[in-house]
Each structure stands twice: as C-alpha cells, then as structure tokens.
C-alpha cells in the first residue's frame, strides 16, 4: 500500500536560514504530488504541485519541490524563511486506489 | 479561496448522541471528500464522494456515514459520537479527478466529552 513518509516532525529556524522538507512515498507509480499548507487556526492551502513536465516545482511564497522520480522523493524547499512561514506543511500523493493521501505533517517554527 | 463553508465550526457534544456535519460548495465540483485532522497522524480519509448519491468509505470510515442528495452538500454523520472521534473535521472537493487538486473548507472542530 501507498505510505507517505515527511521525516521531519518539527523544524525551527531563524529568519533567513533556507529550508528543506522532507518527502517519500513508496507507491512507484505516483504522478500527482503535492505540498499543502496550514496557517495556525486556519484550514489547508495549495503550496505547490507536480503533474507533469519540469521536475522543479514553483509554488506561492517562493517555495519551490523536486520531484525526483528514482528516490520516490518530493522535497519542499525555500532558500530564505520568513516568520510568516510558520505553519504546517502536509505532503499528499495518491494511492493505487486513486485516492491522496497525505504525510503526518512537519511543523515548522521560524523564529524573528 | 475556493468557495466551500462547514456547519457548524465548533460543536460539543455527549457521547452517544448523533451528530452531523454539513459542507456547502458553491464550485459545482463533482468530487466531495471528509478528513479529519489529529495530531500526529496527518489528515485521513473519512468518506467520499464521486458525485450525487454516490459515496465511498475511505481509511476510517468505522462510525461515520455520509450523504449527499445535491452536487453542492456533503453530510458527515456521527451516528453515536465517542470521544475518539473528538477531531477537527475538514471538507475539502476537487473538479476533474479524485487525484486533482483539493480545495478545503474552514474545519468545524467537534469534542465529544
């Protein structure tokens, strides 16, 4: 079965260090990826996705992900965080039976 | 933001009374789906939906059934709520397919004491 695995469960950071969020999935078929995001107290938005094409990703805020098939791999990264940057950050890809399914979700705290 | 509302946003409740959960979307998308979020398990699949009347059961499905007679409701319903499932419970839909991009509502965040 499809597993979703982010290794990082919670990250701190200064302002202006750069970021890396882990992502791997174990399902080789995989086409869609994504990187949702959950503001404090508010409900989760799209950050990023992959189809298809270019495997470096460009999403909202400057996140960038890379898909990189041979690893199983969909690694969220910003080359400088803000303090609004903290939030939870969900990976999700599909299982076989057509359905996503999302990681367990890295907490990220950005201190001023 | 994707125009999708959940009623009500904060419930309490007993254990064993019925409780349901109502989302609203204004998008016309064809796919409805119920999540609900804890801690330290990531956002799972309760149930589905592919389209009017039709639904399926996703990964904790146990306790829960839903409905949907209109392309623009999703019923979740607790049938005898238990404190396991005190729980933010997120709606979210999606138009073309069930692996396209989902869009979700505000949450309504349930305790059962």
């Known amino acids: 079965a499809q597993s979703v695995s982010q290794h990082n469960h919670h990250v701190i950071l200064s302002e202006a260090a750069s970021l890396e969020l882990g992502c791997n999935y174990s399902y080789g078929g995989t086409v869609n990826l994504f990187w949702y995001v959950q503001y404090p107290g508010q409900h989760l938005q799209l950050l990023l996705k992959?189809?298809?094409?270019?495997?470096l990703v460009k999403g909202i805020k400057g996140f960038e992900a890379e898909f990189i098939k041979s690893k199983f791999s969909f690694n969220l990264r910003k080359p400088s965080v803000q303090w609004s940057d903290t939030a939870e950050y969900f990976c999700a890809v599909p299982n076989q039976g057509g359905k996503l399914i999302f990681g367990q979700g890295t907490e990220l705290s950005v201190k001023p | 933001d994707a125009g999708i509302t959940q009623s009500p946003r904060h419930k309490v409740t007993e254990t064993g009374t019925p409780v349901t959960l109502r989302c609203h979307q204004t998008?016309?998308?064809?796919?409805m789906y119920w999540y609900r979020q804890d801690p330290g398990h990531g956002l799972r699949l309760i149930h589905y939906?592919?389209?009017?009347?039709?639904?399926d059961k996703g990964e904790v499905s146990d306790g829960y059934s839903v409905s949907r007679s209109k392309t623009e409701d999703f019923l979740l319903t607790l049938e005898s709520a238990t404190s396991s499932q005190t729980s933010v419970y997120f709606c979210?839909?999606?138009?073309?397919?069930?692996?396209?991009?989902?869009?979700f509502g505000p949450g309504t965040r349930l305790t059962v004491l």
């Open positions: 939906s592919y389209g009017v009347k039709d639904t």
């Open positions: 992959y189809f298809s094409g270019d495997p």
């Open positions: 998008e016309n998308h064809r796919y």
């Open positions: 979210a839909i999606s138009d073309r397919a069930s692996t396209d991009t989902q869009y």
